[in-house]
């Protein structure tokens, strides 16, 4: 595969790797800020993260650089290659820092899946819902080591023969799975949006259901990126490679986004979950119990009644509309 369609295809998805670069080296820098301005606030999952946001980006570094110096013999360095474009392509893609790239990014679906994971079992807050994703995680990662065998196989081709029909098989898979956490975080923080807009109102409910947060929380350029990649990989198309590198820069992107907001503490979490599913009970069942008490606490002693009455009304004020930790 190297036509002068497939050829457009991988110099515009280099230009496109190096533009995408750059914002994840900014949005790294941010989260670098946050960390420091936690202070004493850090936890063990901010160092964690900070951990898992170090391995992205030397893994995007990896598959930029190889990309780049993989463009730069085939069009500049070995321009007068026998065969051409097409016979440097046939002989030499399977190289040995070709198989590295393709470790770097397959590592990085690896992580940037086990994130989303993650993220499903904070917004959901229970392991059943994640036992399925786990499973094709597993499967996942079978298949990643079999596809980076027959990729690195000398004179495989990562888009033609056994590695296409491997490649298919895990792409399909890792594709599928984050589909399918993606539509169980979009449909879990939509269900306790419309929650929060029944019992708490309209405006409540409006830091749940905006469209960045579900854009966000669900990763969901890194899906569609990826659903994009998978039907032009599996079809033959000569612009799988470009779908390929905005599939591997959002696998990067995506969860530096979500990472960069747990750590200015804007990301839903479970304890949050927690504490208005609280407020909604809490108005459901003591307010009405507050508004029928009224008359009869009036007339106690010394007005000691009243007192009370009002102070459960304001512990119920703040519990609907006090600080929730920020989403």
Same mark, same amino acid.
């Given at each position: 595969?190297?036509?002068?369609?497939?050829? %457009?295809?991988?110099?515009?998805? %280099?230009?496109?790797?190096?533009?995408?670069?750059?914002?994840?080296?900014?949005?790294?820098?941010?989260?670098?800020?946050?960390?420091?301005?936690?202070?004493?606030?850090?936890?063990?999952?901010?160092?964690?993260?900070?951990?898992?946001?170090?391995? %992205?980006?030397?893994?995007?570094?990896?598959?930029?650089?190889?990309?780049?110096?993989?463009?730069?013999?085939?069009?500049?360095?070995?321009?007068?290659?026998?065969?051409?474009? =097409?016979?440097?392509?046939?002989?030499?893609?399977?190289?040995?820092?070709?198989?590295?790239?393709?470790?770097?990014?397959?590592?990085?679906?690896?992580?940037?899946?086990?994130?989303?994971?993650? &993220?499903?079992?904070?917004?959901?807050?229970?392991?059943?819902?994640?036992?399925?994703?786990?499973?094709?995680?597993?499967?996942?990662?079978?298949?990643?080591?079999?596809?980076?065998?027959?990729?690195?196989?000398?004179?495989?081709?990562?888009?033609?023969?056994?590695?296409?029909?491997?490649?298919?098989?895990?792409? =399909?898979?890792?594709?599928?799975?984050?589909?399918?956490?993606?539509?169980?975080?979009?449909? !879990?923080?939509?269900?306790? =949006?419309?929650?929060?807009?029944?019992?708490?109102? &309209?405006?409540?409910?409006?830091?749940?259901?905006?469209?960045?947060?579900?854009?966000?929380?669900?990763?969901?350029?890194?899906?569609?990126?990826?659903?994009?990649?998978?039907?032009?990989?599996?079809?033959?198309?000569?612009?799988?490679?470009?779908?390929?590198?905005?599939?591997?820069?959002?696998?990067?992107?995506?969860?530096?986004?979500?990472?960069?907001?747990?750590?200015? &503490? !804007?990301?839903?979490?479970?304890?949050?979950?927690?504490?208005?599913?609280?407020?909604?009970?809490?108005? %459901?069942?003591?307010?009405?119990?507050?508004?029928?008490?009224?008359?009869?606490?009036?007339?106690?002693?010394?007005?000691?009644?009243?007192?009370?009455?009002?102070?459960?009304? &304001?512990?119920?004020?703040?519990?609907?509309?006090?600080?929730?930790?920020?989403?």
């Amino acid at each position: 595969m190297s036509d002068s369609t497939f050829q %457009n295809a991988y110099y515009v998805g %280099n230009n496109f790797n190096c533009i995408l670069y750059g914002v994840e080296l900014m949005l790294m820098k941010f989260t670098i800020d946050q960390v420091i301005l936690l202070g004493p606030r850090r936890t063990r999952r901010d160092w964690l993260l900070v951990a898992f946001s170090t391995a %992205n980006l030397v893994l995007v570094t990896i598959y930029v650089a190889v990309q780049s110096f993989f463009g730069e013999h085939m069009w500049i360095i070995d321009v007068g290659y026998p065969g051409g474009q =097409a016979g440097y392509m046939q002989d030499n893609a399977a190289v040995w820092y070709q198989t590295m790239g393709t470790a770097a990014s397959i590592g990085m679906n690896l992580l940037s899946d086990g994130l989303l994971i993650y &993220r499903c079992f904070i917004v959901w807050g229970t392991v059943k819902v994640v036992i399925v994703p786990c499973t094709l995680y597993i499967a996942a990662l079978v298949l990643g080591v079999m596809e980076l065998w027959a990729s690195g196989t000398p004179h495989q081709d990562f888009f033609s023969g056994l590695a296409v029909q491997l490649g298919t098989s895990y792409y =399909a898979t890792s594709i599928g799975l984050n589909t399918l956490v993606t539509c169980i975080i979009t449909g !879990r923080i939509l269900h306790f =949006a419309r929650s929060s807009r029944k019992h708490l109102g &309209r405006d409540a409910s409006k830091i749940y259901s905006g469209v960045a947060q579900i854009i966000v929380e669900s990763a969901l350029p890194y899906t569609l990126s990826g659903i994009a990649f998978l039907l032009s990989y599996s079809t033959g198309s000569q612009l799988s490679i470009l779908w390929l590198s905005f599939y591997a820069m959002f696998t990067c992107i995506s969860p530096q986004i979500l990472v960069l907001r747990v750590m200015e &503490r !804007r990301a839903l979490q479970s304890d949050q979950i927690a504490y208005q599913t609280t407020a909604i009970e809490f108005q %459901n069942q003591v307010m009405p119990l507050a508004r029928s008490t009224t008359s009869a606490t009036a007339f106690s002693e010394g007005g000691q009644g009243v007192q009370v009455h009002l102070e459960v009304l &304001r512990k119920g004020n703040s519990l609907l509309g006090g600080e929730t930790g920020g989403i």
